[in-house]
């Protein structure tokens, strides 16, 4: 049985449709990322599993009990928010135990359990401190290890990496990916940031307008992405207008010059969906001219103009010599690393 | 700095004396020090002057008028009204408004831009008018309130309100509670919105959010509110002139009555001096003490 279960949630404001038909399960010890651009839902559904928003319809389950019916004081989970929400006139160790003070845990066993969640975010010296006299990636831990002090049942992280400068939020990433794992906290993560969902999750909620648009893991999202939103939010890809050819025997799919054997259940107009990483030059393929040359250190990037359209190609910088700016190739790729879907490319 | 600032030329920053500030703010300086500095400097000197029933005002310096004030008790009991009735106005706008300013925060859109205009209209409504008001409803057997009352049978006599603290603390309370609002409004924006939330997550209820988060982070304003309304209060003229009249005198209306009725200005002059230094000392030994003791929440 599911750990956490969201079944069939929605969440209406007035005539507008925040959340439709969320239903989510969730593992004891998962980590979960609810992944989608600003305004899909994703905060709003976090609300609604801690409490600070009732559900329009559906049900919420946490161990198969209804959670909507206990109150957000009385839920038990530990939250992170974006603005981290420290209590301003209290020291970090103040505001780390104020979840145990509030469950009435003793003195003693306070103080040692502060100290302890202080020092696995690594703020260990730095009780007395107040956080506005903290950068912002201790506010952050300390924040974290307020959530986690109290061993919450589920740990609600919203956006919390999202104030934080790029080197920190890595080091952060990886550092919340290792306490997780320690302790073990069914985890649930709102970001929309592809890149802090698919190294932090074991699976990726990606959402879109109040729908879910695809649940796997980040390699499941990524390699067989369910939609073109999916593909397009998910890293950088290539759709290429392409059909499938019935005349010849076996019938194959065609884009321009490239072609392969074509897969089964398709016919007519078709959309081929190629990540960059996976398209390589070769001899024969989709003709295209280099329009740009980046070179990005462990990679090139490459803006070309084929004969399907722009398409955009990288190439590890393994120390052979690339193709130069002008210059026309061919594109070719696999057909297991391209995604195929119905219809022209929107 | 925008960017125009920044390409200015440069030369002409350093063709600018050492004078020019000093001329830019001239003109400001010149109607400070005219209209303030001078006439204040005038009422402390005032203050040391003679005065006779006969004579009028002798300008020679003695401490007739300090001595008069520091051993008469009808002046020390006029001062400790004063800040009694201010010290109560305090409490009651800290007491009220804080709350007001809050729920007024937790109000949606229009109804707190209603809400705010409703608290803030009184300030557009002069001070005499309201203390009026305040007559017309509780004045004697003739208040519209103390009428309905004793004819409904509730009361047998008038609330005494007319002529008394009560009566000038309420009115004052009312004239003052703008201030007290909107400077607690002030500190309640600069809270974190989830931080409600945030304590309500790790287990507190609503009685614990307001004790133990809100209340903290929002002393600042309450005090600051107080500092302003514990000081129009203690220098209020027209509200204690009206309620209290010449039976009930406070230090402003004191001062008034010896300037314009008694004639004795010297002494008027001393009461006002003293007034003012009070106050100022009251002021700022109380925002030196609160800015150490919440210097976490004001950073």
New interface residues.
């Given amino acids: 049985m599911a750990y956490l279960e969201l079944d069939r949630v929605a969440k209406q404001f007035g005539a507008q449709t925040v959340v439709d038909d969320f239903s989510l399960a969730v593992g004891k010890g998962e980590f979960i990322s609810f992944l989608g651009p600003s305004g899909c839902g994703k905060t709003t559904t976090l609300q609604m599993i801690?409490g600070?928003l009732d559900p329009t319809r559906g049900a919420i389950r946490l161990e198969g009990k209804d959670l909507t019916a206990i109150h957000?004081?009385?839920?038990?989970?530990?939250?992170v928010?974006?603005?981290?929400?420290?209590?301003?006139?209290m020291s970090a160790a103040e505001n780390v135990a104020?979840?145990l003070e509030?469950?009435n845990v003793p003195r003693a066993e306070r103080a040692e359990r502060v100290r302890a969640a202080l020092a696995m975010v690594g703020l260990a010296g730095y009780e007395d401190r107040?956080p506005?006299?903290m950068s912002g990636g201790q506010q952050q831990r300390v924040a974290l290890a307020?959530?986690l002090v109290?061993k919450p049942s589920v740990l609600l992280l919203d956006e919390p990496l999202s104030n934080l400068d790029a080197k920190l939020r890595e080091d952060m990433q990886i550092e919340l990916r290792q306490i997780q794992r320690t302790i073990g906290t069914t985890t649930i993560l709102v970001t929309h940031d592809q890149n802090e969902a698919m190294s932090l999750s074991d699976r990726i909620v990606v959402m879109s307008q109040g729908r879910i648009e695809q649940i796997g893991t980040p390699e499941e999202t990524y390699e067989r992405p369910a939609s073109a939103f999916v593909s397009q939010f998910l890293g950088k890809t290539n759709d290429f207008a392409a059909t499938i050819d019935r005349t010849s025997a076996p019938a194959r799919l065609v884009a321009g010059s490239w072609s392969a054997p074509a897969p089964a259940g398709f016919s007519g107009p078709v959309t081929v969906s190629v990540r960059p990483e996976r398209i390589g030059f070769g001899d024969a393929g989709l003709a295209a001219k280099i329009v740009t040359r980046i070179f990005q250190g462990n990679h090139w990037l490459f803006q070309c103009e084929s004969e399907c359209g722009p398409a955009i190609v990288i190439r590890q910088n393994d120390g052979q010599t690339q193709p130069a700016e002008g210059e026309t190739v061919r594109l070719a790729w696999r057909p297991e690393d391209m995604s195929v879907r119905a219809g022209a490319p929107a | 700095m925008t960017a125009v600032a920044d390409t200015a030329p440069q030369s002409a920053a350093r063709e600018r004396g050492p004078r020019t500030p000093w001329a830019l703010t001239a003109p400001a300086l010149l109607l400070f020090v005219g209209v303030l500095l001078i006439p204040l400097a005038m009422t402390v000197m005032l203050s040391f002057h003679d005065w006779g029933q006969y004579k009028g005002i002798e300008p020679v310096f003695i401490l007739k008028n300090w001595h008069e004030i520091a051993t008469d008790p009808y002046y020390a009991e006029m001062f400790w009204r004063t800040f009694r009735i201010a010290i109560l106005t305090t409490l009651l706008t800290a007491v009220l408004g804080a709350p007001e300013a809050y729920i007024l925060n937790r109000m949606s859109g229009r109804w707190k831009s209603f809400f705010l205009l409703v608290i803030l209209g009184p300030l557009l409504i002069s001070v005499v008018a309201r203390t009026l008001g305040w007559a017309l409803l509780f004045g004697g057997n003739n208040g519209l309130v103390n009428k309905l009352l004793m004819s409904l049978g509730v009361i047998r006599a008038p609330i005494p309100f007319m002529f008394t603290e009560t009566g000038m603390v309420v009115a004052l309370a009312h004239v003052m509670m703008p201030f007290m609002v909107l400077s607690v409004w002030a500190a309640l924006q600069r809270l974190d919105p989830q931080i409600e939330n945030a304590a309500m997550s790790l287990g507190a209820g609503p009685v614990t959010i307001i004790r133990r988060i809100i209340m903290p982070q929002i002393m600042p304003g309450v005090l600051s509110g107080a500092i302003i309304v514990f000081s129009l209060s203690a220098s209020a003229f027209a509200t204690p002139a009206i309620i209290g009249g010449r039976r009930l005198k406070v230090a402003a209306t004191l001062a008034y009555d010896e300037f314009l009725n008694t004639l004795n200005w010297p002494l008027g002059a001393a009461v006002a001096t003293l007034l003012l230094v009070a106050l100022i000392l009251i002021v700022v030994g109380s925002n030196a003490l609160i800015e150490r003791r919440y210097a976490e929440v004001f950073r």
Avoid: C, E, N, T
């Fill in positions: 801690a600070f957000p004081a009385k839920r038990g989970l530990g939250i928010f974006q603005s981290y929400a420290l209590f301003p006139h104020f979840g509030m469950r107040h506005r006299r307020r959530a109290i």
